[in-house]
């Protein structure tokens, strides 16, 4: 009857035995259990009362083993040492025994008494062996996940190195890329490098509708090219395009607004908007067989990589623009040199052929005379027509470079115009197209202008690169520009100086350093 005795006494004095347990446990020295919420150890000591009385009473440690497993999870939470658990619990027996001989009259029935505590002694003997298996086990566990959450934390972290590297890579190089063509293609593999895919595709908005303008993956790609779509149609893409944010689709197969063809074995899927200036000019997409294989973070560096391509995409389409701009120009400042010269040749040399036509019976040798001056004026129409022809064919500066345009363009000048030009290139590095574009034009507006206002029998071309910065300068011999004078041909010089701002630069015009003609000085940043 002892055991039975003992959980009627746990039972019945189980409030002041918790109290009791308590005020311990607060006692104890250097402890966590100071500093721990006391309705917290009312709780967990109740609950350890309870499973001792129904222990007792029936034999069954089922509610101290739950006990046991509750309080070890919860400890090693809350970083206490399996020392502090253990003194803790023994503690308990502390509170009973007052208990104990108060209830059983001590001297009268000590052997009752002493049962009881032997009783408790071992009940609590047995709780202390299992926590020490459960509470290394559980350590054990928890320094187990912790190194798997380090271990995932470094996975991630080694990720999201990859992604931030590739991304810088791939924003240097499709930045850099002017051919819009070139540049369609070079997105869809450095978005490979970014994240993999199976099939991706670049779509832009025309007259409000998306139209696959390239495609990389697809069995074929010449099929899907030019294929049109109304993205109002479709929920999951008018989503991408109204909020600017990724969709992604972990299993395709789980979204009822996916469209796909019967055959079409995508599952993970990702959707991003190609954004420029807030406003959606088109979408990326890409997608892999296998499901599950993107997330949000994968959405969201893909989404970072799109405002790069948006951006490259927009300057290349602006660059073409301007392409055909700077060729309606040219055309434009070719027909004017046409009616100027050669207008003027052919209208000499019809007189010639008239005069000689006259005087071709009567006196020979003035027909002779008109003879050689149709000659001479055909001859030097034939080379000025020869130049401007050569002047037609558009300088191929990405393929060949600005040393190479720029010597072809001043020998072209120095055959026409009688004019010696040199062209000094300190260094052969190449710079980015849109710095060689721009210096082209600087200086062939400057050598324009020597021909027209320097009355300049030399010129020279000097480029070179010096740290970050490239330097050009175009200067001649000619009549020079005084202090306070009207610089000539203003429109020329405000188009160079907007051209070199332009790439970040920056133009002056003033007297040679032989202190007569005129020096065209450009400095820009070779990075731009």
């Known amino acids: 009857m002892t055991s ?146 380090l271990e995932t934390q470094q ?72 294929i049109t779509f109304d993205p109002t149609q479709n929920a999951l893409t008018r989503r991408m395009l109204d909020g600017g944010a990724p969709v992604v689709l972990e299993d395709v197969r789980n979204e009822p607004g996916f469209v796909a063809d019967p055959d079409d074995m995508t599952r993970s899927w990702i959707g991003v908007p190609l954004m420029v200036r807030n406003e959606a000019i088109g979408a990326l997409a890409l997608d892999t067989n296998q499901p599950s294989f993107y997330d949000e973070e994968d959405g969201q560096t893909v989404l970072a990589f799109a405002n790069q391509a948006a951006v490259a995409i927009e300057n290349a389409r ?92 001043a020998k072209l000048i120095g055959d026409r115009h009688g004019l010696r030009v040199s062209v000094d290139v300190k260094g052969q590095r190449r710079l980015p197209l849109n710095i060689e574009k721009a210096l082209y034009r600087i200086a062939q507006e400057a050598l324009n202008n020597v021909i027209k206002h320097a009355n300049a029998t030399e010129a020279a071309i000097v480029l070179s690169s010096q740290d970050e910065w490239v330097y050009m300068t175009v200067e001649d011999n000619g009549i020079g520009i005084e202090p306070g004078v009207n610089k000539p041909n203003t429109l020329g010089l405000a188009s160079m100086t907007e051209r070199a701002e332009q790439i970040g630069g920056h133009f002056s015009i003033g007297l040679s350093s032989e202190g007569s003609g005129t020096i065209v000085t450009v400095r820009v940043p070779s990075d731009r």
């Open 4 to 149: 039975a005795q003992l959980a009627s006494l746990l039972e019945g004095y189980r409030e002041e035995l918790v109290a009791s347990w308590v005020t311990l446990l607060c006692g104890m020295d250097g402890s966590l259990y100071r500093d721990h919420p006391i309705t917290e150890l009312q709780s967990a000591s109740r609950t350890c009362i309870t499973a001792l009385v129904a222990f007792f009473r029936s034999g069954s440690r089922a509610e101290l083993m739950a006990y046991s497993e509750m309080v070890c999870e919860e400890r090693v939470t809350q970083g206490f040492d399996i020392s502090e658990v253990i003194e803790g619990h023994l503690l308990l027996k502390e509170a009973v025994l007052p208990v104990i001989q108060r209830e059983c009259q001590w001297d009268a029935d000590e052997d009752n008494a002493l049962s009881m505590a032997t009783l408790l002694d071992a009940a609590l003997r047995w709780l202390v062996i299992r926590f020490s298996k459960l509470y290394s086990h559980t350590l054990n566990q928890k320094l187990q996940d912790q190194v798997t959450l």
């Open 155 to 226: 996975a991630q972290l080694e990720r999201r190195v990859r992604e931030v590297t590739a991304l810088v890579k791939s924003s240097a190089l499709i930045t850099s890329m002017l051919n819009l063509d070139r540049l369609l293609t070079l997105i869809l593999e450095q978005l490979a490098e970014v994240v993999k895919y199976d099939r991706a595709s670049i779509m832009m908005l025309f007259d409000r509708r998306l139209r696959i303008i390239a495609g990389q993956g697809f069995r074929r790609p010449d099929d899907i090219l030019g």
């Open 318 to 409: 602006l660059y073409d623009r301007s392409r055909e701009q700077d060729i309606l120009q040219e055309r434009n400042r070719l027909a004017r040199e046409l009616h100027d010269s050669l207008s003027q040749a052919l209208f000499s040399m019809v007189l010639n052929a008239e005069a000689a036509n006259l005087f071709f019976h009567t006196e020979p040798s003035r027909a002779r005379e008109q003879i050689t001056l149709l000659y001479e004026t055909a001859n030097a129409a034939l080379k000025d027509m020869r130049s401007l022809i050569f002047e037609l064919r558009p300088a191929d500066l990405e393929q060949e470079g600005l040393a190479a345009v720029l010597t072809k363009h």
